[in-house]
């Protein structure tokens, strides 16, 4: 007789041999679990609200006469990781630790820089009727030419324009415009200022003796 026929002792042993235990869920879980198979944890976003918080306790940090550069890397970030979980912009938000802060000021910081070289470039090739706004269009664009990412932190390059660190000196059409009706208007106002008591008696006494003579 076949020995694998299908009422056979072999063939219902071949089958048993060839099937695989099943597994319960949370037992293989639990097996995944034990041999560090676990999924990574998902980064938060740092929100808007966040980075201007953070910038505001860098640059205090950064201009306290008593910190400055006199303390050690871990005591500066320390401070500003109390600066940013204290403040009233963020009650309710889940506290951040000084490497994060840390971590995230490098990368405001080295985009911000990047993106100050796209906006001269693109103040230099700004040409007559181009406003605020096509400079920051070109300035987007030649940023993500030269770095090929969209430039994602305008709201941080904002906040910092203004510092000598991060400041563009190069100025817009519309910004020269403004300096020259600055100008304008100094030199109008020193034309039409009246002369002072001094200036006047002068006048009237060479008036006078010009009378006499």
Known sequence: ???FTINSPGFTLLLA???SPTMDCSFAEAVGNSLGL???VVKRKWLTKEDLVLISGWLNTSKD???SNEQKGGSFWKRIEDYFNSSAQLTGSVAREWSQCKQR???VNEQVCKFVGSYEAALKEQSSGQNENDVMKASHDIFFNDYHVK???EHCWRELRYYQK???YSKSIDGAKEKRKENEEVMHEEEVRPAG????KASKRKQTQAARE
């Open 197 to 200: 008591v001094k200036a006047a």
């Open 65 to 67: 006469a008593i910190v």
């Open 166 to 168: 991060w400041k563009s």
């Open 17 to 19: 041999s060839q099937s």
């Open 1 to 3: 007789m076949d020995p």
């Open 151 to 153: 430039f994602t932190m």
């Open 38 to 40: 676990v999924k990574p």
């Open 105 to 107: 000021w490098g990368r």
